[in-house]
């Protein structure tokens, strides 16, 4: 079943990158697991760029005080390289959604579409703590 779930965000994922010139997109928690990806992108690859995207978002969060007030929350980094940039926003409690895309990408469209994405949905991308509930909740008392 999580799988089938992976496989469906993966899908919704999927609509970001219609924007020309985006390339992947990778649903992450906060602790860095994946928690889906894009077509084009192997599994391999986006659980290395979910977990240094985890350690980008935390660095970025730690800089608020540079931007004037450290309670400020962190919603949206940018990373700009000569060859593409790599877009990454909250999606949700816990949960982050990046985007890669080429130099030539239309960057307000990809930030919409992304927005739009969190918009649409909303408690999918929220990412709780990870805690040993599945146990409880099945009636087990774990691996027997």
Known sequence: ?????????????????????????????????????SQ???????????AALSGLQSISRSTAEFCGNEAS????TLVE??????????AGAGAYLAVSATQDVDMEAVTYRMQKLVDRLGKE????????????????????
């Open 1 to 37: 079943m999580k799988d089938h779930m992976a496989n469906e965000l993966g899908w919704m994922l999927d609509e970001v990158l219609k924007v020309p010139e985006a390339r992947h997109a990778i649903l992450l928690s906060a602790d860095g697991m994946l928690r889906s990806h």
């Open 40 to 50: 084009g992108i192997s599994r391999d690859e986006a659980d290395r760029q979910a």
């Open 73 to 76: 929350p962190w919603q949206q």
């Open 81 to 90: 390289f000569v060859d593409g940039y790599v877009f990454l926003v909250a």
């Open 125 to 144: 991308l929220t990412s709780p703590p990870r805690r040993d509930t599945d146990a409880v909740r099945l009636g087990t008392s774990g691996p027997a």
